[in-house]
């Protein structure tokens, strides 16, 4: 297989926490990354974690992964509005150099 | 796998011409693609969104008649830059939407290089 999947929307509170969920079928993943896209902007890398790690926490986000299940969630903090964007997340495959697999992105809208 | 295919995936023009890029996906069919334009060094910038039979939804900046998008079929959506000046030198890369079993994956293109002369 090589998908990785994201559901489409995902709409909370402002101040409330954000969890976006990708899952990933590829084993041989060395990097897993997670990119916000404003509108009107371009890809915006967050953060990115290695696939011997579990865990890693940066300010108001924390990624967690679960490589047995090959599953990935970004976790927002305190969500704001500025944080209304798209989610992409995307996998570096051992096998493919410095080629990324993208997930179809996930629309998080914050409401006030 | 989902394959999307570009073509060309380099280009040379003469400034005043119009090059057409295309975009297919080659196993699936998309009922929505994307255009992006990256410059060097910096992140790709999405252009438009091209939905199969009606118009493209461009992003505030993007000139639709200097960027026309054609999305004609479930598996062709093709970008047209008009009287191409060295400003419209860029990489330009497709993406294709595929929603088969309630899945939201996106494949996206391996590129094509414009230069303009």
């Known amino acids: 297989g090589e998908d990785v999947e994201q559901s489409l929307f995902l709409s909370v509170r402002e101040g409330d926490s954000s969890v976006i969920n990708c899952t990933y079928t590829?084993?041989?993943?060395?990097?897993l990354y997670w990119y916000k896209q404003e509108p009107g902007a371009g890809l915006q890398l967050l953060t990115y974690i290695f696939s011997n790690m579990d865990m890693k926490q940066d300010q108001r986000l924390t990624v967690l992964l679960n490589k047995k299940d090959k599953h990935l969630s970004l976790r927002i903090a305190d969500t704001q509005t500025g944080d209304s964007a798209i989610y992409f997340c995307?996998?570096?495959?051992?096998?493919?150099?410095?080629?990324?697999?993208f997930g179809g992105g996930t629309r998080l809208m914050v409401k006030p | 796998g989902a394959v999307v295919s570009q073509h060309p995936s380099w280009v040379i023009c003469k400034s005043g011409t119009s090059v057409k890029i295309e975009c297919r996906s080659l196993d699936f069919q998309a009922t929505t693609m994307f255009w992006y334009r990256q410059f060097p060094k910096q992140s790709l910038m999405l252009m438009a969104t091209s939905n199969e039979g009606s118009k493209a939804t461009y992003e505030q900046g993007v000139e639709k008649d200097k960027f026309l998008i054609n999305h004609a079929s479930l598996t062709l959506s093709t970008l047209t830059v008009t009287s191409a000046h060295p400003e419209d030198s860029s990489f330009y890369i497709c993406?294709?939407?595929?929603?088969?079993?309630?899945?939201?994956?996106?494949?996206f293109g391996a590129g094509s290089r414009l230069t303009v002369l």
């Open positions: 993406s294709a939407r595929r929603t088969s079993s309630g899945a939201n994956v996106l494949t």
């Open positions: 995307a996998e570096r495959r051992n096998n493919a150099g410095n080629m990324l697999t």
């Open positions: 590829d084993s041989s993943s060395t990097y």
